[in-house]
């Protein structure tokens, strides 16, 4: 089932609307995704436990049961069924809040991230009764958690709730197919992962099933990062406290640029979608910082402090795959293009990605994969320094739905091929690919300007061979031309006379 449609979309947005008179945009956000997470903890456990009660042997009130398989214990007086069941009553919001209690209760890495304020008088208890009627599908089995089914939820959600608050889009859940095509390019096998701008969790969730699917031990990657968002980083505490991570996110949500968690990380692999253009950043106050090894980023547009402060936690032969706005790659403003020059000649930069429009719920904006490294020379298998490889991939991908682009198994798999062939960490030759894939030497770049946007170097696909004799297509062209200009003449006749009929000279 595609990621893109998972079918719930029509559903959620009338659970939003059936609190919309009751409270803001903000507020009932919070709300539904409270709902949501006891609902997903609930289809988890409740599925469990009906195959518990099936087994004579097994007790389905044990609590070892659910932990030894990484799913939450829920007391009763929490489970979807008993709260479906007093959905009605007028004491449904304290009915909600003592459950968000007793799950933080029974599961530690919960404690403080449930919201706890569904029995406050503003919340209308009706509308909050039908909204629990409308959860009849299931979020949280094991078909829906194969699905990454919160996150992507909440990637709707944002897009859905942005555009309600009048927000610009800044922080929203990277859709699943953009964050496996980084995760298969970095291949994050082992070693320190780290994200600056985590979201709900996604880029976590998709590197440890890549390690899963390649026959690898979780163990061997240590997970950390860190949101801003108070909201965001609960459910991203939510999600990967669900899935059985082990990770560093934070004791609490914290400005990457202004309050740092992980001062003294050196990252073997840093994997981002940071907001894009965010100009309110407050570079002002840090004009002067440590992290600004090429240049100082301008203080209206974070884009190049992000890409900075990735660099300063990459490790010796680190490598950081990361997403930014098709701007960042031809910006000519002093300070960037300061920067993206000294990046280049230090040869940081090992490969560019421009991706095809419409793979975002909640902004077009065109964007680009950015891949840095410190050592391109330890890191793959052939000799590439001095080198930076251009990927075009904007046509590929197809329609998930009629406004949203997906990248396909076969589409992620041609784009990281390309990559590992030119690395040598993959059993393929590398050749370029006109349309498609180059390898430029710095002295190109150099000779555009330090310009990193991939169409000016991977030039035109190669036409399809054409097998008509020149005489033949000369005669063919010659003939549907006259055979045109007789057309085009007898519609003319056609129009003047039609014309001259209802009185009009020509």
Not at 66 to 87: G, S
Not at 169 to 183: A, D, N
Not at 365 to 392: H, M, Q, S, Y
Request: glycine residues 8%.
């Amino acid at each position: 089932m595609s990621t893109a449609n998972i079918g719930f979309e029509e559903d959620l947005w009338l659970m939003a609307d059936k609190l919309r008179g009751s409270m803001d945009s903000s507020e009932y956000k919070h709300v539904v995704l409270g709902l949501l997470f006891i609902k997903y903890v609930s289809d988890a456990f409740e599925e469990k436990h009906s195959e518990l009660l099936a087994d004579e042997w097994a007790d389905a009130e044990d609590k070892d049961e659910y932990l030894a398989e990484n799913i939450f214990w829920v007391p009763k007086e929490a489970r979807w069924t008993f709260i479906k069941e007093n959905a009605k009553k007028p004491e449904i919001g304290q009915i909600i809040d003592s459950a968000m209690i007793a799950v933080e209760k029974e599961n530690e890495s919960l404690r403080g991230v449930l919201p706890k304020d569904y029995a406050r008088p503003v919340l209308d208890k009706t509308r909050l009764g039908e909204t629990i009627d409308l959860f009849s599908f299931k979020v949280g089995d094991k078909d829906s958690r194969s699905k990454d089914v919160l996150g992507r939820v909440y990637e709707y959600f944002l897009s859905k709730f942005a555009s309600a608050e009048g927000k610009n889009g800044g922080e929203f859940y990277t859709p699943t197919s953009i964050v496996k095509l980084l995760v298969q390019m970095l291949e994050p096998y082992k070693g320190r992962v780290y994200d600056p701008c985590c979201g709900s969790g996604g880029m976590f969730v998709q590197s440890e099933k890549f390690v899963e699917e390649h026959a690898g031990k979780l163990g061997d990657i240590a997970v950390y990062g860190q949101e801003s968002n108070p909201t965001t980083w609960k459910l991203a505490k939510m999600n990967l406290a669900i899935r059985g991570i082990d990770s560093n996110i934070g004791e609490h949500h914290a400005d990457t640029f202004h309050n740092d968690l992980h001062k003294g990380l050196k990252a073997d692999f840093i994997i981002a979608n940071p907001p894009f253009n965010i100009s309110d950043w407050g570079g002002e106050k840090l004009s002067e910082d440590v992290r600004w090894q090429y240049g100082t980023p301008p203080v209206g547009n974070a884009n190049y402090a992000w890409i900075q402060h990735m660099v300063s936690k990459l490790a010796t032969s680190g490598t950081a795959g990361f997403v930014l706005a098709n701007g960042s790659m031809s910006t000519s403003t002093v300070a960037e293009l300061e920067i993206r020059k000294n990046l280049i000649e230090q040869d940081l930069v090992e490969c560019i990605v421009t991706l095809p429009g419409q793979l975002f719920y909640s902004t077009q904006i065109p964007v680009c994969i950015w891949f840095v490294t410190r050592n391109k020379a330890k890191n793959g298998k052939k000799e590439r320094r001095g080198e930076i490889l251009f990927i075009d991939a904007r046509k590929i991908g197809s329609m998930a739905t009629r406004t949203l682009k997906e990248f396909s198994t076969e589409d992620i798999n041609q784009i990281a091929d390309a990559y590992h062939a030119w690395r040598g960490t993959n059993d393929q030759d590398y050749e370029d690919v006109a349309g498609f894939c180059k390898v430029a030497k710095l002295d190109e770049v150099r000779e555009h300007e330090y310009i990193l946007t991939p169409g000016r170097y991977v030039g035109l696909e190669a036409a399809e061979e054409d097998s008509e004799l020149f005489e033949e297509k000369m005669d063919r062209l010659t003939s549907e031309l006259a055979e045109g200009f007789v057309k085009s003449k007898k519609l003319e006749d056609q129009i003047r006379k039609a014309l001259e009929g209802i009185g009009y000279g020509v």
